[in-house]
């Protein structure tokens, strides 16, 4: 399965944006790319996907490498609301209804 | 929508004993996962149905735990019997279809203690 990096943690200051990045070297062209996020004691939650153009909606924008890998998750104005654990994970393979999560990345908003 | 029901968002129970975990998924939707999530594992696919029918339930840790979905809009996951190591949080979660780009719904989690 292909494999996503993200680091540990990051920091941000409440009202400013946060760009987090995510690597996926192995990616395949057919592969798409899922965000979530985990806020604490709830379950996972969507917050975008894309395949090779960059995305928007209203949560976040989603920023592709041309070459396809890396990505980087942009919150436009962080809240103390967005402090959670932030997945990269990728959409591959034929039957690819598996999300493999891994350790995510866990932002802390600084009020 | 209510989104993704689970039921009971707490379970206590002594080893040995048998738990049922509830979920009912979106309506409309026709695929559904169980996900158990520990600080060691983080969160892993135990199964996965697509038209209530069980398409891969190789994250099934053994035999002690099965998943049944008897209709669309109900499904269980039973461990039987319950071990301490079984202690973690297990999401069900829902999506209109399958395939690479479909959005998966979560449920708030069902916190089970095996004392």
Not at chain 2, 5 to 21: A, C, D, F, K, N
Request: hydrophobic share 30%; charged share 20%.
């Amino acid at each position: 399965d292909a494999k996503t990096t993200q680091p540990n943690s990051m920091e941000s200051n409440e009202e400013e944006p946060v760009h987090l990045p995510c690597n996926h070297s192995t990616i395949s062209g057919t592969d798409y790319i899922h965000w979530y996020r985990q806020l604490p004691s709830q379950g996972p939650e969507y917050v975008i996907h894309g395949l090779t153009s960059n995305v928007n909606n209203r949560m976040a924008s989603l920023a592709i490498a041309e070459d396809r890998k890396s990505s980087t998750l942009i919150l436009h104005r962080a809240t103390l609301r967005d402090a959670a654990v932030y997945y990269c994970i990728l959409g591959s393979g034929a039957g690819s209804y598996q999300l493999t999560f891994g350790k995510g990345t866990k932002l802390s908003v600084i009020p | 929508d209510a989104g993704v029901i689970q039921s009971p968002r707490h379970e206590v129970t002594e080893m040995g004993q048998e738990v049922t975990l509830r979920c009912k998924p979106i309506s409309g939707h026709n695929s559904l996962f169980w996900y158990r999530q520990t600080m060691m594992r983080g969160l892993e696919l135990l199964i996965y149905f697509n038209n209530n029918v069980p398409i891969d339930d190789s994250g099934m840790p053994e035999d002690r735990f099965s998943a049944k979905m008897p209709n669309a809009s109900f499904s269980t996951l039973k461990i039987q019997p319950s071990e301490p190591r079984d202690s973690a949080v297990y999401f069900c979660a829902s999506s209109p279809g399958q395939g690479r780009r479909e959005t998966q719904y979560f449920g708030p989690g069902t916190r089970l203690l095996v004392l």
